[in-house]
């Protein structure tokens, strides 16, 4: 197994005091579980251009980063990946995000999104919404 760990973005996209869970696709890596949408950086991209292509491509929306989180990196059986987490808003004008490539979409609270199967390498992404929600407290 290769020792680089992928990156990969994702965005946590917050409206109205909800936060948007994606749930993967059957026949994906880690299918059935919930996710915020986002997808592998590419070769020359940067973290914040990949964000807006992945979001623009499986939801159809345009969003405004509101704070950008510290990577995490997750061990898979699979590989490792370099998770790079942002808070977004969508822009004034945007499309609702659609499920263009994922099997649903939901819309919670905070306090709601550890009572999902979240994909594993989400969890200190969750820790870190709650300290920054505990923060804005
Ligand atoms: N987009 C996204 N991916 C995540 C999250 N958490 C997490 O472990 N991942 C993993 C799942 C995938 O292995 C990888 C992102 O890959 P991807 O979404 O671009 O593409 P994919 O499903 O085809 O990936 P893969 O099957 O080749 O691993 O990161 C998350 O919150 N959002």
Redesign the pocket.
């Known amino acids: 197994m290769s020792t680089f760990a992928?990156p990969?973005?994702?965005a946590i996209i917050e409206q109205d005091g909800l936060i948007m869970v994606a749930q993967?696709p059957p026949g994906?890596?880690?299918e059935g579980c919930w996710?915020?949408?986002?997808?592998?950086i590419e070769m020359d991209e940067l973290p914040e251009e990949a964000l807006h292509r992945?979001l623009f491509e499986e939801l159809g929306c345009q969003v405004e980063i509101i704070q950008t989180g510290r990577p995490v990196s997750?061990v898979?059986d699979?590989g490792s990946?370099m998770?790079h987490p942002f808070r977004c808003s969508l822009v004034e004008g945007s499309q609702q995000p659609v499920a263009y490539e994922h099997s649903a979409l939901q819309w919670l609270p905070l306090a709601e999104l550890g009572g999902l199967e979240l994909?594993?390498?989400?969890l200190p992404?969750l820790e870190w919404l709650n300290q920054e929600a505990a923060k804005a407290e």
């Not at 996710?35 to 592998?40: A, L, N, V």
């Not at 994909?119 to 989400?122: E, G, I, S």
């Open positions: 992928t990969v973005v994702c993967r994906k890596r880690l996710e915020f949408p986002g997808g592998k992945e997750h898979y699979w990946i998770l994909a594993p390498a989400d992404v």
